[in-house]
């Protein structure tokens, strides 16, 4: 069994990485590695913390672990430290940010979420209440219509005049 240093582990697991992309079926062709060992070398590096994809490609399809870790490297970088980290790694500034805030608000107190719970909650039975008002000046509008033309069908009848059609 092949030994290999932390470096060039490390050097290969990068090429899994944005900007290469590479699938680790590709990568283990190319190195001449088994694909098992590199799994193994993902799940270690997933198990220390470190940012690395699951088998998509695409940063925002990157399992909440993996945006977890770029969330907690990036938390003390500045905007240029940050717009260099994600030209390293093929992310967008963007993306770490709404990373973050989803972060933030899933740490949210439980006190906090049902406050915002019941503020939406009054917002929605609100808007109900508008609605169902809406409603029911409406179907009297309707119902005061319907009334209207049966009375003028009547009268109508009445006086014998069928030649009037509006």
């Given amino acids: 069994m092949a030994r290999y240093s932390s470096e060039r582990k490390a050097a290969l697991l990068k090429k899994l990485l944005p900007p290469l992309n590479l699938s680790v079926a590709e990568l ?3 190195e001449g590695i088994s694909e098992q060992t590199l ?10 913390g470190a940012a690395v994809p699951g088998d998509k490609k695409l940063p925002d399809d990157w399992p909440a672990e993996a945006k977890f870790a770029v969330v907690v490297e990036t938390a003390m970088l500045s905007e240029i430290e940050l717009s260099e980290y994600c030209r390293s790694k093929g992310l967008y500034p963007e993306q770490v940010k709404a990373w973050q805030q989803a972060c933030i608000a899933g740490q949210q107190s439980s006190r906090e979420q049902k406050l915002a719970e019941q503020a939406q909650a009054r917002a929605d039975k609100k808007r109900i209440k508008e609605l ?11 119902a005061e ?8 069908k009547k009268l109508n009848a009445y006086w014998g005049d069928d030649s009037e059609e509006e």
Avoid: H, I
Avoid at 147 to 152: D, E, N, S
């Fill in 132 to 142: 169902e008002r809406e409603l029911k000046r409406k179907e009297k509008a309707l």
């Fill in 28 to 30: 283990a062709r190319l």
């Fill in 39 to 48: 799994y193994n070398w993902r799940k270690q590096a997933k198990a220390e």
């Fill in 145 to 152: 219509a319907a009334a209207l033309l049966v009375l003028r």
